[in-house]
């Protein structure tokens, strides 16, 4: 069988090419539709019980991506005046970031306490900008007092919180998620070049789904091309023919093309997972090539005849190839029973 397919492919080398050719740019063409999925619940399917709750909850009450930053000052003290007014300061600051809902921290803590026959609320601290030892050892005292600030201090008070509520629009999570995070990072890049010693990191819904996106992006900038360069190192050492090699190269591109054109086309985000699929396409091509340039080149010690070479490197290997990628195949298709919907 696979000496007619030899004998078919060899007679038609030219029809054949350019015929693949043109199918392979029309389905790359599909890259452009591809679309980067930033929801860490996209690892959860719909059916989920977990999510089916999640989704019960916020369709019930209201759905909140959070973002939290945890400043940590080089004295071990958060109740001095000079970090007060750092965290009050940011505190202000935080409000400007976009679609911001509630910024809560422990300068603007309601404080509520009775005076006489009358209820008073004030901010813990007041004036975070001009506040005196014995104040913020007041407002400490306070603090440490009320079961309130627990989720913004720790019991040692060398850390606190910032916590930030958005109400994101949820129309275009690719633009409304990366728009926030870019702020939130220039306002705390602003803030450690200003106070270096006050430590800020951030954590919550909404850095983890850039994270999400982001992980993707790297991982198709940087993985794929070391993948592409080792592979063609590997060939180049093991073949030494420089003419494979680059034959090698122009099937690693159009694989990769073909298969982000496909993602594309088919409508199916890319995440985390989605985003390594080139790299498992390309290391199944640049296999089964090898297997044909490796008989290329022991048959043309015997001819110089390149259909001849062509024919015998088909007829010889076609069923190790047919074999190894319908095995994989089968291999890639039992993911299809993965609880998490971008293995499937």
Known sequence: MFESIANFVVGNKIKITVTSIIAAFIIMSGASHITVDTDG????????????????????????????????????????????????????????????????????????????????????????????????????????????????????TSL???????????????????????????????????????DIKMVGTVAINSLFAEASQDDA????????????IAVAILLRTFFGTAAVLLMIILTVGVTMGSLGWSGVPMNTVTAIAPLMVVTLA????VHILSSARQTMLVTSDRTIWAKKAISEHGAAISVACITTGIGFLSLNFSISPPFR
């Not at 900038?221 to 063609?232: E, Y």
């Not at 640049?286 to 090539?289: C, E, K």
């Open 286 to 289: 640049v296999a089964s090539a």
């Open 221 to 232: 900038n940087t993985l794929v091309p070391l993948v592409i360069v080792a592979s063609l």
């Open 41 to 156: 619940r996209v690892f959860m399917a719909e059916e989920n019980p977990d999510r089916m709750m999640l989704d019960s909850f916020e369709a019930e009450y209201s759905k909140d991506d959070n973002l939290n930053f945890i400043l940590t000052p080089d004295n071990g003290e958060i109740y001095t005046p000079e970090n007060l007014k750092i965290i009050g300061e940011m505190t202000e600051q935080l409000w400007l970031l976009p679609y911001v809902r509630v910024v809560d921290s422990i300068t603007n803590f309601q404080n509520t306490y009775s005076l006489d026959d009358d209820l008073i609320v004030e901010d813990l601290i007041k004036d975070p900008f001009s506040i005196s030892e014995q104040e913020a050892k007041k407002a400490k005292d306070i603090a440490l007092s009320r079961i309130e600030l627990e989720t913004l201090d720790n019991p040692n």
């Open 160 to 198: 606190t919180n910032i916590s930030v509520l958005f109400k994101l629009p949820g129309l275009d999570l690719q633009k409304e998620i990366p728009l926030t995070m870019e702020e939130a990072n220039k306002l705390v890049d602003n803030f450690k070049s200003k106070y270096p010693q006050m």
